[in-house]
């Protein structure tokens, strides 16, 4: 009876180990494509001697050159490349004796630059020519003894928008300034957001309806804890809506370094946990959350973010100094990662500035620091971005789970079978 019970169950145990040697192969190909960053990636470190000592912000204009901003102690550079990184010019910012280190930068829509940055506790907004020309300087006095710039963009009517963060005494509770400028650089109006709790400002993206949304983190020392927080306001900077992540558990203490708006609608806030690991928050459009992920240990922080076919592409530090990339899907689950040793990022834990982009043809720059040097890298991960490279694993997986749960259960009920026969 058993050996012809077994006879018949034959091909479903060629099936079942089968099935358990494609899941384990599979698996194996999971870990594989986890660990392949170092074989899939193809970095070229671009060796020019450029000015400053740190880069800040990497750009790619319209006609395929680069321009990057850096910076040292005491001044401010921007540098003009061509499309294949050959240096073209270079304009050093210096506003009087003092020390002009403007770390914040971006193309304007008239194809010059703007500069911001902290001069003698006043917010500093530098605008450019095409050619690194000033063409004006405008202050801003918010009122704080203490002053910090986190972030500027240009809003759609030609302006600018800038937010800082104030506060009374070095590493105290502060609160957030943002104000509205026209086109020259005057300001239309500022808003100051204070409250129970301190506010630190990090990003700002001005939304299809003309208004903003401003990520920031929210935290006071009593009780002691911290959040995530997304701001919506109208055009005016009126406050819509606001919504808050972390606060307690594991999520006690989060510093939020930036945000993006994603393709569908929602946002991605990113940065870290106090003595814990990385964060990333992604949310609907309206702030809802659906979902947050943490990364690394102790000592890591996203400091940038590059969507692509489903993918982010995130700007990481382990360690609290080296900088490094970390790929991960739609769903926040890390495929890889990798580090670069010896190589920072501009405030570095806390940084969240255009320090990597995609250029046109699918190469990925990066900007930074090295040996007290300008550092500048072209990186190749166009067939890793590709979201097959993760489904076939995962198919094969499901394949051979949905394989190896019917075969048992065929087994099973000939078993069953077999005893009741024997029974009868």
């Known amino acids: 009876m058993f050996q012809k019970s077994f006879a018949n169950s034959k091909p479903l145990w060629a099936i079942l180990i089968v099935a358990l040697l494609l899941a384990t192969l599979s698996g194996t190909a999971l870990i594989v494509t986890q660990s392949r960053a170092s074989e899939i990636m193809s970095l070229t470190e671009l060796k020019t001697n450029f000015a400053g000592t740190v880069g800040c912000s990497v750009f790619q204009l319209a006609d395929g050159s680069y321009v990057l901003n850096t910076v040292n102690k005491s001044s401010t550079f921007i540098v003009k490349l061509d499309s294949s990184f050959n240096p073209l010019w270079t304009k050093t910012i210096k506003i009087g004796q003092e020390n002009t280190v403007l770390q914040r ?159 569908d609608g929602g946002y991605m806030l990113a940065g870290y946990l106090w003595d814990t690991s990385a964060w990333v928050v992604k949310t609907d459009g309206i702030g809802d959350m659906q979902w947050n992920q943490t990364y690394g240990a102790e000592g890591s922080s996203i400091t940038g973010i590059l969507e692509n076919q489903n993918r982010y592409l995130l700007l990481s530090i382990t360690n609290k100094r080296d900088a490094g990339l970390r790929l991960i899907n739609e769903v926040g689950k890390e495929l890889w990662n990798t580090t670069f040793p010896g190589v920072s990022l501009p405030i570095g834990f806390e940084a969240n500035f255009h320090s990597i982009i995609q250029a046109r043809n699918g190469d990925y720059i990066l900007t930074g620091s090295k040996n007290e040097s300008v550092w500048l890298a072209k990186l190749n991960l166009q067939d890793e971005m590709s979201p097959m490279v993760q489904v076939l694993p995962f198919a094969a997986t499901m394949v051979s789970v949905v394989v190896v749960v019917a075969t048992l259960s065929i087994l099973i009920q000939r078993k069953v079978n077999s005893n009741n026969r024997r029974l009868s």
């Open 105 to 263: 930068f971006l193309p304007t829509s008239d194809g010059g630059f703007a500069l911001g940055g902290v001069i003698n506790n006043n917010y500093v907004l530098v605008k450019t020519d095409s050619q690194g020309n000033i063409q004006w300087i405008h202050t801003f006095n918010s009122g704080a003894p203490i002053n910090y710039l986190r972030a500027i963009i240009q809003t759609g009517d030609g302006g600018f928008a800038i937010a800082g963060f104030g506060e009374p005494v070095e590493e105290g509770l502060g609160w957030i300034w943002f104000a509205k400028t026209d086109s020259s650089g005057g300001t239309e109006w500022n808003k100051t957001f204070a409250g129970p709790v301190s506010d630190c400002p990090s990003a700002i993206i001005q939304t299809s309806d003309g208004g903003f949304v401003m990520s920031d983190v929210s935290y006071s020392f009593v009780p002691d804890q911290g959040f995530f927080r997304l701001i919506k306001m109208d055009m005016n900077g009126n406050v819509l809506w606001n919504t808050t992540y972390g606060g307690q558990t594991n999520y006690l203490k989060p510093e939020c370094n930036l945000a993006i708006a994603t393709k």
